[in-house]
């Protein structure tokens, strides 16, 4: 798909079911042999989990997405791919919900080799704020904010505390 023909995400209208399409490549000994030296696993048999088919599949559909927060994978493994061999992936929306008033969105992809065996299925859900990440142990309101600048002022008072925490330091 060209990048002129690429639309901007939008949750609210985003459809269960849509199919961003697929894309296939040939998996090399290379790309095999390096993904074996990376986990440190020389007979490591799934190397297409380190090429994210369903963020590259829903990215084949929209333009500019990226940043959500990956809140959990399922992956099913199948039959190993084998190099020199093409892969085909494709990639669908399974479903949309809110949780704790933050939208989430959940992708599948499924990836076959060009003899039709089934390599790997993968699901991942994808929570679409991450600026929202963290936010529960921000300070609301000025007493916490006020009691954690206590906290820390009494912290950097003792000469010792920032030692047994494994802090080092600055200017000394």
């Given at each position: 798909m060209a990048d002129s023909q690429l639309r901007k995400f939008d949750y609210e209208t985003a459809e269960i079911g849509e199919e961003p399409g697929s894309?296939?490549?040939v998996l090399t000994q290379e790309m095999?042999?390096?993904y074996r030296r990376a986990v440190e696993d020389p007979d490591a048999n799934f190397p297409t989990i380190a090429a994210r088919h369903d963020s590259t599949a829903l990215g084949m559909l929209y333009e500019g997405y990226a940043g959500p927060v990956n809140s959990g994978n399922e992956v099913e493994f199948h039959n190993p791919p084998i190099p020199?061999?093409?892969i085909k992936v494709t990639g669908r929306i399974a479903d949309k919900?809110?949780?704790r008033e933050k939208p989430y969105l959940v992708i599948e992809a499924t990836a076959v080799d060009d003899d039709g065996h089934i390599l790997e299925k993968t699901r991942?859900?994808?929570m679409l704020k991450p600026d929202e990440l963290g936010k529960k142990w921000q300070p609301q309101d000025q007493k916490s904010a006020g009691y954690l600048r206590r906290s820390a002022d009494n912290l950097?008072?003792?000469?010792n505390s920032g030692l047994q925490m494994g802090i080092v330091p600055s200017g000394g």
């Open positions: 894309f296939d490549y095999l042999d390096n020199r061999r093409r919900y809110q949780r991942t859900y994808q950097n008072a003792s000469p």
